[in-house]
């Protein structure tokens, strides 16, 4: 301990601590916003997987249909329902992303024009979700209440409330597609009964 007098060993010892409580909580946050984005990352799998499913078990023949009885006058097919679920996903990543959306929303965010066929339409829905669950990784603890500018219109809004759009938007959408499909002879996957468990 030669040339350390015991106020610089106390000092020394002060700034260690100083420095370690600070890695601390940065690890902490660091941790904290790897959570945010894990969670609406999470919530994001959970409407996917039940949309998807459904969207593939629809025959191709029936990605037109539309009720036509009661009050379902002029309301979306079932393929417009899949694809403006995904344009409104890729409205709302490209606003978290700070990007122009990659694809054009359409008429009415009906989706491309273009997209006819299931597979197209397969395709188009997982491609959103994919640059969605992109954007979601940008989410951190300290940004989440920022303002931004509204996917839709000019007012401005936080990127907690963006944030919450696909999950929400998507299983309104998914409940009306849910109807579609009964009415079409096909059972959700998401609600298909599952086999009893094998007896070990």
Not at 9 to 25: F, Q, W
Request: glycine share 6%; net charge positive.
């Amino acid at each position: 301990m030669s040339g350390y007098n015991s106020q610089t060993v106390t000092n020394t010892i002060r700034l260690l601590a100083a420095a370690s409580l600070c890695a601390l909580s940065l690890t902490a946050a660091d941790g904290q916003s790897s959570l945010v984005a894990a969670s609406f990352d999470r919530q994001l799998k959970g409407i996917e997987g039940e949309l998807v499913s459904l969207i593939e078990a629809m025959p191709a023949d029936k990605f037109g249909f539309a009720p036509k009885e009661g009050a379902f006058n002029n309301v979306r097919t079932f393929a417009q329902q899949a694809k403006h679920i995904a344009a409104v996903n890729y409205l709302v990543a490209a606003a978290l992303l700070g990007e122009k959306s990659p694809v054009d929303p359409g008429s009415d965010e009906n989706g491309p024009a273009d997209v006819k066929t299931k597979e197209q339409v397969v395709k188009f829905v997982k491609d959103s979700f994919a640059y969605t669950h992109k954007a979601f990784q940008t989410l951190t603890s300290a940004n989440l209440m920022a303002e931004m500018p509204s996917p839709f219109g000019n007012s401005k809004t936080t990127r907690l409330a963006t944030a919450t759009s696909p999950q929400w938007h998507s299983f309104d959408h998914y409940g009306q597609m849910v109807v579609y499909a009964r009415m079409c002879n096909v059972v959700p996957p998401a609600s298909a009964p599952r086999p009893p468990a094998k007896k070990k």
